[in-house]
Antibody, heavy 123, light 107 residues
């Protein structure tokens, strides 16, 4: 069974950093694109970025507002993807989801999601 | 960036009703569009990819159509478990963008 489990969320102060983990099971994480998507309380979905599959070089792409502050990486030996977030501000408070992309010809889709981990940025 | 606009932002309907939700892209995206359902406190669930391709396990009362800039999600006969928020998502390239969501409520 395909599963994704996020962890690492919590309460941090503005300006601090946090690293989220996305632990996968039931599939080989290196064979897929892994996305991060966030959702502020009561708001819609916002794409954060993704890391390509190993076969595609494992490179990353980010939403413009997060580029330079957020870094996505992956440890294929542990089947874990990471989202490193720096210089956090209150607008980064959200539920953070990781999601698998089935890498089909029909573009970027998210076929499996984790349950999310909540990040709260507050002084 | 290509913007995705959904309408309506909310809709009230009854069990058994037929409901349609629209999604418009600010530029053409061929059929590279996905639809998701999200229930409170849960992660989104992929319903449809490629504008009209129903995902495995999704009831056949859900259907999608459209290409270019205009897309529609149709629920042919609402069931109690369908009351949720629905999002469209541009799937052709990054940055990936979502519509603002349509909340489907019980009348």
């Amino acid at each position: 069974e395909v599963q994704l489990v996020e962890s690492g969320g919590g309460l941090v102060q503005p300006g601090q950093s946090l690293r989220l983990s996305c632990t996968s099971s039931g599939f080989t994480i290196g064979d897929y694109i892994i996305h991060w998507v966030r959702q502020a309380p009561g708001k819609g979905l916002e794409w954060v970025g993704f890391i390509r599959s190993k076969a595609s070089g494992g490179t990353t792409e980010y939403a413009a507002s997060m580029k330079g502050r957020f870094t996505i990486s992956r440890d294929d030996s542990k089947n874990i993807a990471y989202l490193e977030m720096n210089s956090l501000n209150t607008e980064d408070s959200a539920m953070y989801y990781c999601a698998r992309d089935p890498v089909r010809a029909d573009g970027y889709n998210f076929d499996y999601w984790g349950q999310g981990t909540l990040v709260t940025v507050s002084s | 960036d290509i913007q995705m606009t959904q309408s309506p932002s909310s809709v009230s309907a009854s069990v058994g009703d037929r409901v349609t939700i629209s999604c418009r892209a600010s530029q053409g995206i061929s059929t590279r569009l996905a639809w998701y359902q999200q229930k409170p406190g849960k992660a989104p669930n992929l319903l449809i990819s490629s504008a009209s391709n129903l995902q495995s396990g999704v009831p056949s009362r859900f259907s999608g159509s459209g290409s270019g800039t205009d897309f529609i999600l149709t629920i042919s006969s609402l069931q109690p478990e369908d009351f949720a928020t629905y999002y469209c998502q541009r799937a052709n390239t990054f940055p990936i963008t979502f519509g603002q969501g349509t909340r489907l409520e019980i009348k």
